[in-house]
């Protein structure tokens, strides 16, 4: 049987991890393209002389050609500029929005049957556009955010109370930006609830506080850091969980921003809920209760994403 073929459209700082991460996991053969002549044909000369060393089978191509793409199972989508300092995601979206229509137009020419990962900020208007621009049906297309704000969180929530990583489990939802939605009701460890937690003595209702704080603002903490640009290392391994997910239909139930039209009380648009992933994309989202100052949040959060999508169709009228 023929590996799978997973298509990187930017080699940039992510795509470049992505590209290690699907090799050294042996999810398939990778091409990696990007407009920027030499850059993807480079890293993907430089990945594949890892082979010996790891050990993986996956052939590695690097590419400034469309075409390269065809019949790809899986396209994760990283073109576009990152933030600097003082930059919010929001601010990408003129920019990174032109990005995503040559994009879009190069996934649907070539790529038709693809689950297609988008990255690319401000990341639920920008999922949103590319879902227009390639015309995919709407399961086959989805934004890659929950998954690594919750990582944050866990990360965040382990060393707090000094337990493995692996016992933290936690739910991130809404828009990617300032106003996403860290459920702390519905985030434990080993499945005593984070309100439980507090109430035992484990942590203050201040600090816990102070972490869902540090969640929110957990890209910028890493641009300030980084001066030169964002995150990559955690936002790839997130993108590739939920690639792996549908390569092998392991039915995850993991957040991403997908497309909701009757769940939450929404009539079509993408914004971060929990999702499962398996053969199909986006199989089911799934629609849990939320209590009244949690729904404040998220309608907060839903409403900053339709400002972002309605700040798009005015800069491509096309887009109405
Ligand atoms: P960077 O290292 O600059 O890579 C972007 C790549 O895109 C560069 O190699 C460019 O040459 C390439 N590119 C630009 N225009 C095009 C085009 N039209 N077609 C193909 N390639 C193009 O950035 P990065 O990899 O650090 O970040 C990529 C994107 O991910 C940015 O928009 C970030 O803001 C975003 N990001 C999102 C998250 C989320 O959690 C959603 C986290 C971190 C970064």
């Not at 919750?150 to 707090?160: K, P, Q």
């Not at 000094?162 to 459920?183: E, I, W, Y």
């Not at 648009?269 to 929990?274: A, D, I, R």
Request: aromatic share 6%; with cysteine; net charge negative.
């Amino acid at each position: 049987m023929a590996r799978p073929k997973i298509a990187l459209i930017g080699a940039g700082q992510i795509g470049g991890t992505l590209a290690h991460l699907a090799a050294t996991k042996e999810l398939g053969d990778i091409v990696v393209f990007d407009i920027a002549e030499g850059t993807p044909q480079g890293k993907a000369l430089d990945l594949a002389q890892c082979g010996p060393v790891e050990g993986f089978d996956a052939v590695l191509k690097g590419t400034n050609d469309y075409a390269d793409i065809a019949g790809a199972d899986v396209c994760i989508v990283t073109a576009g500029v990152p933030r600097k300092p003082g930059m919010s995601r929001d601010d990408l979206l003129g920019i990174n929005l032109k990005v995503m229509k040559s994009v879009g137009e190069g996934i649907k020419q070539h790529a038709p049957n693809a689950f297609v990962i988008c990255i690319t900020n401000p990341l639920d208007a920008m999922v949103w556009a590319l879902r227009e621009f390639s015309g995919l049906p709407h399961n086959k297309v989805v934004g890659m955010a929950g998954v690594l704000d919750a990582a944050r969180f866990r990360h965040f929530l382990s060393v707090e109370f000094n337990v493995s990583m692996r016992d933290v489990t936690a739910f991130v939802l809404g828009g990617h930006g300032d106003t996403m939605v860290p459920l702390v009701r519905y985030s434990t460890v080993a499945g005593i609830p984070l309100p439980d937690l507090v109430a035992m003595g484990w942590t203050t209702q201040e600090r816990m506080d102070s972490i869902v704080q540090r969640t929110r603002d957990g890209g910028a903490e890493i641009v300030g850091l980084l001066k030169t640009g964002s995150a990559f290392y955690a936002p790839a391994t997130s993108a590739i969980e939920m690639a792996e997910a549908y390569l092998k239909d392991q039915k995850r139930l993991l957040p991403c921003a997908a497309y909701v039209k009757g769940a939450y009380g929404l009539d079509g648009m993408y914004v971060g809920v929990p999702t499962i992933i398996g053969k199909d994309g986006i199989e089911r989202i799934v629609d849990i209760k939320l209590n009244a100052e949690e729904q404040a949040m998220m309608d907060k959060s839903i409403d900053a994403v339709k400002g972002l999508v309605a700040a798009c169709k005015t800069i491509d009228p096309s887009l109405n």
